[in-house]
């Protein structure tokens, strides 16, 4: 089996994508590090290995980790190794965690978020709107970043005196490009961070999910000081990240289809269509790091051996042609059905799955009704992404937004 190096730069996803599709639903894969692991990339198999018992979290059924072969300065340690949460356990303490979590995160709940994104959208529109006119902007840093971000610190009571921070640390976080010698001090420094968080809490609890954990810890569920932390830290990274990317990519593939486009300002194709669509096409996650098998595991025609690890490999399977037929390459908002498990699947489905849809679903048909005029700034072969081997993300977004509707001329 022919060892596919993943690129730390993502200079191309698609094709990255394409070789791991065309190796079979078990590649060999090369991580940034010289870090040898399996990737699954067909739908079926993903979905099948997503529920199999016999892949598991625990890091200590690796058998490069049992070796001592995986450095502490390794750029990629602290998605592989963040502490434990429900991100690194499985079974009853996995169940023990999540549901805390997505008891604050059912779609009943988070449907009540609906007015305070709306007020948040709106205010990043007149933000816009203010800018001088055929001015180039880039949209990620002005409009896609602070709305998530702004709905997740307050979903977890994180002031946002401590974005600029959290940004700085996160971007060093998930970069295969951070330094080696800069690791451990910038996990200590995330650890730092969400520990003060987690005490101001503690000290002034509010109507948060973080001080929700707190008293939960305090009435018996047993939440250890670490589980709260890392589970702070796990949901602030991937409850920003993740929306961030999707309404870039939503953006994106709006703007280089634009007969599609057309369909979707006209009313002709459903906002739903266009953000499902855009999960499965351009996933926003395109890694998920690592799982373990604790025994010998049939893939297809292949085997995942016993204590090697496994990578799921969304930007691959989201264009399975098994799975979605021969146009599975194509961006088709108007699809259907459109089955994807781009939020995961099984007991360990993303429980903020909901929360994404729903600002993803405020923010981008408020967007174009402002602005119907909006286009990139620059040839879409021009947009780079950002050296992170999880995230679909791009380094920026530039567009010219255009006449904002309703105003001058």
């Known amino acids: 089996m022919t060892r596919i190096a993943l690129d730390p730069f993502v200079r ?7 070789a791991l599709r065309a190796a079979g639903p078990l590649a060999e894969v090369e991580l940034p590090g010289g870090v040898h692991v399996y990737a699954v990339t067909r739908h079926a198999e993903a979905r099948a290995l997503l529920t199999d018992s016999r892949v598991v979290k625990d890091i200590n059924v690796w058998n490069a980790w049992r070796r001592g072969e995986i450095p502490m300065d390794w750029p990629l340690i602290g998605l592989v190794n963040p502490g434990r949460s429900m991100l ?15 008891q604050a995160l059912t779609v009943k709940r988070v449907e009540r978020l609906r007015a305070g994104i709306e007020a948040l959208t709106n205010a990043s529109l007149e933000k816009l709107a203010a800018l001088p006119a055929g001015q180039p902007v880039d949209l990620k840093a002005e409009f896609a970043y602070p709305l998530p971000m702004n709905v997740i610190s307050e979903l977890m009571g994180v002031d946002a ?37 987690v005490d101001d809490k503690r000290a002034n609890p509010g109507d948060d999910l973080t001080s929700a954990l707190i008293a939960a810890s305090e009435n018996g569920d047993h939440l250890t000081d670490e589980e709260i932390v890392n589970t702070l830290q796990l949901i602030i990274a991937a409850g920003h990240e993740t929306t961030i990317s999707l309404i870039v990519n939503v953006v994106e593939a709006l703007q280089t289809h634009p007969e599609q486009r057309r369909k979707v300002l006209d009313g002709d194709i459903g906002w739903e269509g266009v953000i499902e669509e855009t999960l499965r096409w351009n996933t926003p996650t395109s890694h998920v790091l690592i799982r373990f098998a604790t025994e010998d595991i049939e893939v297809g025609d292949r085997i995942l051996p016993k204590g090697e690890g496994l990578v799921i490999s969304f930007g691959a399977l989201g264009r399975d042609e098994e799975q979605y037929g021969p ?33 993803a679903g405020i923010a981008l048909p408020a967007l174009y009704e402002r602005f119907p005029e909006l286009d990139l700034a620059v040839p879409a072969s021009e947009l780079r992404n950002k050296p992170i081997v999880t995230q679909n993300d791009l380094h920026e977004l530039p567009v010219k937004l255009g006449c904002p509707f309703g105003g001058d001329a």
Do not use: W, Y
């Open 161 to 197: 005196a401590d974005h600029p921070r959290l940004k700085e640390l996160f971007e060093k976080f998930f970069s295969t490009q951070t330094p080696p010698e800069e690791v451990p001090q910038m996990m200590a420094d995330l650890a730092k961070l969400f520990t003060k968080i």
């Open 327 to 359: 146009t599975a390459g194509d961006f088709d908002a108007a699809r259907t059905p459109n089955r994807h498990i781009a939020f995961g699947h099984g007991p360990h489905v993303c429980p903020g799955a909901a929360l994404s849809r729903l600002e």
């Open 88 to 102: 690194t356990v499985d079974g009853a303490d996995h169940r023990r965690l999540r549901t805390l979590v997505a």
């Open 12 to 18: 191309d996803l698609d094709g990255e994508s394409a």
